[in-house]
C-alpha cells in the first residue's frame, strides 16, 4: 500500500483557515472590549452624576423625593428612605442617604472589578490565540525551509549531475509533494538508466544488428509494438527492417521501401528540423507507407530525426497498436535517446558500407586478372538473392549473401596466370592448383579481419568466409576443399554453389560453348541431392522466372548480337505472371 503523507499545500490551506478565525477572533474580542469599555465609560458617568445629585439631596432632604428612582435604578430598597420622608425624619433620612451611598461605593468599586477581568480576560485569549498562530506559522517556516533546501538540493543535482549519475531521493519524507518528487525522481533514474544503457550498448558492423540491438529496449520503454528506420538518399527516404515485439510479425512495409520525402510528412520534419512528430491515429493519413502500418497492425507513430554532424540521415521510428499512445514527454525522451543512438547508427552503416567497398574493391581486383566478366558476378549475386529471398532467410542474411556472393572466387588472384588464363581445360595439376583458391581466399578474409580487430567484428565477415569457403562443396559430401556434407556446409554456400554453377553453365568459357537455359536448368535439377541441396533446387525452380529475368538481362552480348530488353517479358517462357 502507498505510503500516504499529509501534503505541504495542506498544511498552508489549514493555516490560511487558523489565521482567518484568529483574525476573526481577535475582531470580536476587540469589539467585545470596546463594547464593555464605553458601556463602563456611560455607566461611570451616570455614577458620578449619581454622587453629584445624592450631594444635592443631603444639603436639601426635599430632593430626596425625585431620588428614590435614581436608588431604585442600582437596585437599592428604597423602602425605609421612603417611611423617613414621609414623617420628615430628618435624622433618618441622613442615615439611609449615606448607606446608599456607600451601596454606591461598592457598586462602582465591583462593576470597575468586573469590566477589568473580563478585559484582561479577553486581552489574555488574544494572546494565547496570537501565540498559538505564532508557534504554528514558526513550524510551518521550519519545515518549509526544510523543504526548500531540499529542492534546492535537488535542482543542483538535477543540473550538476542529469543522465551522469542517479538522483538520491528525499529522505526523511514528511509531506505528500516529497513523495510526488521522489516519484519524478524515479523516472529521472529510469531515464538515466535507460539513457545509460544505449551510451553503453557495444558497436555493431550492420545496420540488422543495431535495429535488433535497440529494438527490444525502446519497444520495452515506450511500450511500442514497432522499431524501425529509413535512411535518407538524395530526395527519397528508404526504409530498413524492422524490429517487431512479436516474433513471426507480418511485415508489409519492408527494407527497401521507397517513398519520395516530398509525398510525406517527413519532407517537413527535415526542412523544418522538427525534433519530434507525433500521429495519434495513423488511419487519418493518407500516404503510402501509412496505409502499410496501418495493415501491419499499427495505429500510432511516433518519429524522431537521425541526426549526425547537424546533419538528417533518417528516421527512427516506434508505432503502437493503440491510437494517442504517444506523449509529448514520449517525444522529447525519444529525440534524446536520438542523440545518442544516430552516432552509433551512423558507425554501423559507414562499417557495413567499408566491409561492402573492400569486397567490391577486392572483386575488381580480380576482375583484371580473370576473363570472367562483370556480369558474372552481378548474377551469381542476384541468383544468389533470389534463392535466398526464397528460402525466408533473415534480412541481413539476404543482404549479406548478395553483398558478399561477388567474392566466391576472390582466392583467383593467387593462382598463376598460366592456370587461370589457360583457355583449354586443366589436367589434374593444374586443377588442383586451381582448387587452392578457396583456401586463398579464405585466407586473404582472416587476414583482414586479424588486421582489423577491434574494428570489424567477425561476425561482419563470417557469411563471406562462408561463401568464399563452401561453395564448391557439395551436398553429397564429394567436394572440395574440406569434403563438407549436407547441413554442415553453410546455407551461403549451398545458395552460392548453386547460383555459380548455373551461371557457369549458361555462359561460355574458354573450353566450352554456352548450354542453352533450359538445358542448365535440367542439370541443375538432375544434380539436386547430389551436387546441390534439395531444398535451395527446390526453391531455385520455384523462381525460375526470376531467375531467367536476371539471366536474360545480363547475359553476355556475343560480337554482332543486339539484346532486345523490350522483349525480355515475351520471352520469358518460364514467366507465370
Not at 508557534?135 to 551522469?164: A, G, W
Request: hydrophobic content about 40%.
Amino acid at each position: 500500500m502507498a505510503e500516504k503523507k499529509k501534503l505541504l499545500t495542506e498544511t498552508m490551506v489549514r493555516i490560511e483557515k487558523n489565521f482567518a478565525a484568529i483574525i476573526l477572533s481577535v475582531i470580536l474580542i476587540i469589539s467585545f472590549v470596546g463594547l464593555v469599555a464605553y458601556r463602563t465609560y456611560i455607566e461611570y458617568r451616570q455614577l458620578k452624576e449619581t454622587f453629584k445629585k445624592l450631594n444635592a439631596v443631603v444639603l436639601n432632604h426635599s430632593l430626596a423625593f425625585d431620588f428614590t428612582d435614581s436608588m431604585k435604578r442600582y437596585g437599592y430598597d428604597t423602602e425605609k428612605l421612603e417611611a423617613s420622608l414621609k414623617v420628615m425624619d430628618s435624622q433618618s433620612i441622613a442615615q439611609e442617604l449615606r448607606k446608599f451611598a456607600e451601596f454606591l461605593r461598592a457598586y462602582e468599586e465591583d462593576l470597575l472589578r468586573r469590566r477589568y477581568s473580563f478585559v484582561m480576560t479577553g486581552l489574555t485569549g488574544l494572546i494565547v490565540l496570537l501565540l498559538f498562530q505564532t508557534f504554528f506559522l514558526h513550524r510551518f517556516r521550519v519545515s518549509l525551509t526544510s523543504f526548500f533546501k531540499k529542492l534546492f538540493s535537488l535542482t543542483q543535482k538535477l543540473i550538476d549531475s542529469l543522465y551522469i549519475d542517479k538522483i538520491d531521493k528525499f529522505q526523511p519524507v514528511e509531506y505528500g509533494e516529497e513523495l510526488a518528487l521522489n516519484s519524478l525522481i524515479e523516472e529521472v533514474n529510469l531515464r538515466h538508466d535507460l539513457i545509460n544503457s544505449f551510451d553503453t550498448l557495444p558497436s555493431v558492423s550492420t545496420i540488422e544488428d543495431f535495429i535488433n540491438l535497440v529494438g527490444p529496449k525502446l519497444c520495452t520503454f515506450f511500450k511500442s509494438g514497432r522499431f524501425s528506420l529509413a535512411l535518407i538518399s538524395d530526395d527519397e527516404v528508404i526504409a530498413e527492417v524492422a524490429y517487431f515485439t512479436t516474433p513471426g510479425h507480418k511485415v508489409l512495409l519492408d527494407k527497401g521501401f521507397k517513398q519520395k520525402l516530398h509525398e510525406t510528412s517527413l519532407g517537413k520534419m527535415l526542412a523544418d528540423r522538427t525534433r519530434y512528430r507525433i500521429i495519434n491515429d495513423l488511419r487519418t493519413v493518407n500516404t503510402e507507407s501509412s496505409k502499410l502500418i496501418v495493415e501491419e497492425g499499427f495505429l500510432s507513430n511516433l518519429t524522431v530525426p537521425a541526426i549526425v554532424g547537424g546533419q538528417i540521415i533518417g528516421f527512427l521510428f516506434l508505432a503502437s497498436e493503440e491510437v494517442n499512445h504517444y506523449t509529448e514527454r514520449d517525444g522529447k525522451l525519444f529525440y534524446i535517446i536520438s542523440t545518442i543512438l544516430s552516432p552509433k547508427m551512423y558507425a554501423a552503416l559507414t562499417l557495413q558500407n567499408v566491409i561492402a567497398n573492400f569486397g567490391i574493391s577486392l572483386v575488381d581486383l580480380a576482375e583484371y586478372r580473370d576473363e570472367e566478366t562483370g556480369n558474372h558476378i552481378q548474377r551469381v549475386a542476384l541468383y544468389s538473392k533470389i534463392l535466398a529471398q526464397a528460402l525466408n532467410l533473415e534480412p541481413r542474411l539476404v543482404r549479406e549473401i548478395y553483398q558478399f556472393a561477388p567474392l566466391h572466387d576472390i582466392g583467383k588472384i593467387g593462382i598463376p596466370d598460366r592456370i587461370l588464363l589457360k583457355p583449354g581445360k586443366l589436367n589434374d595439376e593444374e586443377r588442383e592448383t586451381m582448387k587452392t583458391h578457396v583456401v586463398i581466399g579464405v585466407r586473404v578474409l582472416e587476414r583482414f579481419l586479424e588486421n582489423s580487430r577491434g574494428i570489424v567484428d567477425r561476425k561482419a565477415m563470417q557469411t563471406a568466409i562462408n561463401i568464399v569457403a563452401d561453395h564448391h562443396e557439395r551436398w553429397d559430401g564429394t567436394g572440395y576443399p574440406a569434403g563438407k556434407k549436407g547441413e554442415n556446409i553453410s546455407i551461403e554456400g549451398r545458395i552460392v554453389a548453386v547460383a555459380d554453377v548455373f551461371d557457369a553453365l549458361t555462359t561460355k568459357r574458354p573450353y566450352k560453348n554456352p548450354y542453352p537455359f533450359e538445358e542448365s536448368v535440367r542439370i541443375v535439377e538432375e544434380n539436386s541431392d547430389k551436387h546441390f541441396d534439395p531444398a535451395v533446387v527446390k526453391a531455385f525452380k520455384d523462381n525460375i522466372d526470376k531467375i531467367y529475368a536476371v539471366y536474360q538481362e545480363l547475359r553476355d552480348i556475343e560480337p554482332g548480337e543486339i539484346k532486345q530488353a523490350s522483349k525480355l517479358k515475351a520471352d520469358n517462357p518460364f514467366n507465370t505472371a
